[in-house]
């Protein structure tokens, strides 16, 4: 049996479309929190999450865009929206506030009321946004380490937009990567396929029109350093 695994999409409706026309035949499709945030297709993507009988967790964008948007990142300075000093903070919540206005009361009554993780295929596997028990928390590969686990043989995380799997003792640790906005230098759109019987994880990549999203963020008012963001495959600062 294989389970397909995506994370952070992020509004990105191209890249998403990439990925499920990639991946191989799979028993099912979870996502591991961030349907939305920073790019400019949510309507599109909570669409396709429902035909496609994605299931999803509750990412940190998530939560604060659908019940708590001014806690979404921190206040941009007066000036241009699209200033290099821009944190990426500011960014998020620049986005996060465009992306609250544009949903309806039935696409946030959805994100409010995900899960913030979820064990699944019987206690194998278990999805969390950030680190278990902190949708928050951030995990990058060099903070893996088999204390994370609980009774789970596969714990499946996002949040920092870096693709990695390691395992522990026979356990298996995974980053599906980021769908929607890339972090780890590579800007194709990333998945994980797992295949519950060998307990192993297949990385794969997938490339995407990432000129159709930046057009699209530009006739928005996301800041137009959200493109560079996804053309390049990690934060960076304008040039």
Known sequence: ???GLISDV?????????VLGEMPDVDRIYHCGDAVGYNPFPHHVLETFAN????????????????????????AEPGNKDDAEFRPSELARTAGIWTHEQLDTEEME?????????????????????KPGDQDGRLYPEDYELDLFGDESIL??????????????????????????????????????IDLETNTATLQRVSYPIE???????????????????EKGEVVAGE
Do not use: C
Request: charged content about 20%.
């Open 1 to 3: 049996m294989e389970i």
């Open 10 to 18: 992020h509004g990105n409706q191209p890249a998403l479309e990439a």
């Open 52 to 75: 496609e009988g994605i299931i999803s967790i509750q990412g940190n964008h998530d939560r604060k865009i659908s019940s708590n948007i001014d806690a979404m990142g921190t206040a």
């Open 110 to 130: 959805y994100l409010a009321n995900l899960p913030a993780e979820l064990t699944i295929e019987g206690g194998i596997v278990k999805l969390v946004h950030g």
């Open 156 to 193: 499946v995380h996002g949040h920092t937009h870096v693709q990695h799997a390691e395992r522990f003792d026979g356990r298996l640790l995974v980053n599906p990567g980021s769908v929607g906005q890339p972090r780890d230098g590579d800007p194709r759109a990333a998945y994980a396929v």
């Open 212 to 230: 159709e999203v930046a057009r699209k963020i530009r006739q928005t008012p996301l800041p137009d350093l959200l493109s560079l963001w996804l």
